[in-house]
Structures are given as C-alpha cells and as structure tokens.
Nanobody, 122 residues
Framework: QVQLVESGGGSVQSGGSLRLSCADS????????MGWFRQAPGKEREGVAF???????SYRDSVKGRFTISRDVAKNTLFLQMNSLKPEDTAMYYC????????????????WGQGTQVTVSS
C-alpha cells in the first residue's frame, strides 16, 4: 500500500527558502514517477516538478532555476528544495506518485499526500 506524507511547509518572506519532504512507503523508485503539485485558493492544481523512474527531472517554467526535486532512496523520501520564493508560490503543495516509468501526463497520479502549506509574503 502506497502512503505519502508531506512536511516542511511554512511561512517565509519573499526571497527565502523552504525544503519540502515527502516520506513514502510502498514506492519502488525504479517503477514510479513522483512529483510535486500545488494549488492556490481559487486556482486549479498545477504540476510543479517531477522525477521519473530513471531520475530524470522536469519543472514548470515558473520554477525552473529556483526549485529542485530530488529523492533519497535509502530514506524513502522525496524532496523539493525551493529557493528565491515569490508570493505567487503561495499554495498548498502535494506530493504525488504513479506507477509509471515516465512522468508524461499530469492527470493520472493515483497516490497523493495530504498536502503542506507554503505561504510567501512580500
């Protein structure tokens, strides 16, 4: 059974940094795509960063160069390092996973965490 538990959210000022963590169980990294999504109030959920079974990563344009997704296989943990945060990054952030070698397609993630709130003030 797959379980995902996020942590690390909080409130920071513009320009600050946060590192989100997603502790997982039931995940075999060489068979899963994992990623981070976010949803701001009144807006649709959007994909932020993804890592495929081979370790390849992808990012939405607005976070490229500022966010880094990574994983620690030994600790069964997915990370999202967020630097140079902006007020528009404010959202609930969710860890998600799907049983797929690649991350193409954003609408078929079967496993989700409960979310962690990130608030960036100007």
């Amino acid at each position: 059974q797959v379980q995902l538990v996020e942590s690390g959210g909080g409130s920071v000022q513009s320009g600050g940094s946060l590192r989100l963590s997603c502790a997982d169980s039931g995940i075999t990294y060489n068979s899963f795509c994992m990623g981070w999504f976010r949803q701001a109030p009144g807006k649709e959920r959007e994909g932020v960063a993804f890592i495929n079974s081979g370790g390849g990563t992808s990012y939405r344009d607005s976070v490229k160069g500022r966010f880094t997704i990574s994983r620690d296989v030994a600790k069964n943990t997915l990370f999202l390092q967020m630097n140079s945060l902006k007020p528009e990054d404010t959202a609930m952030y969710y860890c998600a996973a799907k049983r797929s070698l690649y991350c193409s397609g954003l609408f078929d993630f079967a496993y989700w965490g409960q979310g962690t709130q990130v608030t960036v003030s100007s």
